[in-house]
């Protein structure tokens, strides 16, 4: 079963930028839909952006966003070492939460990796 380990968070003033990457053991990421999820305290957990499976173009699947990332995130997957990442600029304090990664459909989910914005 896929393991999936999420790293790169950190803490950063409104306006910043952080790159999270996703690593997975036991897993070919290019052979599925991948996903970012977030988890603000005390909410649910939320979907984030997608990237579908395989190659287009210049090596990327598909990628999709949901309508707060607002053109601030961009979603890649590198074949070469088998990660994804989530590059983030101009974060905002509402974009404080624990961010996670995952196949679709989701299967085991990993620790995470925190964010928080904040002057």
């Known amino acids: 079963q896929a393991h999936f380990v999420e790293s790169g968070g950190g803490s950063v003033q409104p306006g910043g930028s952080l790159i999270l990457v996703c690593a997975a053991s036991g897993f070919d990421l290019s052979r599925s839909i991948m996903d970012w999820y977030r988890q603000m305290p005390g909410k649910e957990r939320e979907w984030v952006a997608r990237?579908?499976?395989?190659?287009?173009?210049?090596?990327?699947?598909?990628?999709s966003y949901a309508a707060f990332v607002n053109g601030r995130f961009t979603i890649s997957r590198d074949f070469l070492t088998n990660t994804m990442a989530l590059q983030m600029t101009n974060l905002r304090p509402e974009d404080t939460a624990t961010y996670y990664c995952?196949?679709?459909?989701?299967?085991?989910w990993g620790q995470g990796t925190q964010v928080i914005v904040s002057s």
């Open positions: 990237i579908g499976e395989g190659r287009i173009g210049d090596g990327r699947g598909v990628p």
């Open positions: 995952n196949q679709y459909p989701p299967g085991l």
